[in-house]
């Protein structure tokens, strides 16, 4: 566990301090959050906004037209980065963690309002652009640098295993959306599932991202975080000089 030192030497405890047990269940949850998020939105892109948003093209070009839509979060998340940044620096780490998640919230809850192409035309399929990209955005400033803070505090005969968790995000977020879009689509009908029955995993991300934020704020928040920061132990560094290191490694 990383500690912080008095001036006679004495180790400092902080009140409420995280620890590594603490630190990875806040980690899983965040990742958690951002991957169900993800593939909750993948797995509409196959089997919902090709029929929703698209019914004017044949199967094939409709769920096309879906990844090109899936695929601009993935162009926007590199600004939302710098948009980010610069909120962390001027406000903090816990102003940019409420702002980035409400936005991935919002954004998400947002799709599962979303009116068909049979309601509104083309204007549905601008609308779930726009909330894509908004994910994107927010996507971009959700990362709070709680992995690193993990894998610095893991104990030495443990830190590949603690190393390792943050990954667990994948899978977990993966299996929590589809088990929610195999059990809406084995008890509605096609007609049913395509009303209403394939927005209720929209909201539950929503509810995850509440649950999330508040978990990755408890840890945030600690004084060890801060202190790790001030001694620059925890900090973004330049991609030039991220290869020059570590480039060989």
Known sequence: ????????????????EAHPGEIAIGVIIGRTSEFF?????????????PRLVFP????????????????????ARPLGTVIFMTVDRRYG?????VIALFLLGTATVAIAFLPGYA??????????ALARA??????????????SL??????????????????LGAPIGFMLASALFAYFVANLSTVDFLEFGWRYPFFCAFMVNVVALFARLRLVATPEFGALLERHELEPVKMSELLRVHGSD
């Not at 993800?38 to 919902?48: C, E, G, Q, R």
């Not at 309601?119 to 779930?128: H, K, N, R, T």
């Not at 993990?150 to 990954?167: E, K, S, T, V």
């Open 150 to 167: 993990l894998a610095m505090n893991a104990p030495a005969h443990h830190r590949g295993w603690y190393a390792m968790i943050p990954q």
């Open 1 to 16: 566990m990383a500690m912080t030192y008095a001036a006679d030497g004495t180790p400092v405890r902080f009140h409420g």
């Open 37 to 49: 998020d993800f593939f909750v939105y993948a797995i509409a892109s196959v089997i919902v906004f």
């Open 56 to 75: 004017f093209a044949d199967q094939l070009t409709a769920t096309l037209y879906s990844f090109a839509i899936f695929a601009l979060a993935f162009v």
């Open 134 to 147: 908004c994910q994107g955005l927010a996507w971009g400033g959700a990362w709070d640098g709680l992995a």
């Open 119 to 128: 309601e509104i035309g083309v204007a549905a399929i601008w609308l779930l």
């Open 93 to 97: 780490k816990g102003a940019k963690l």
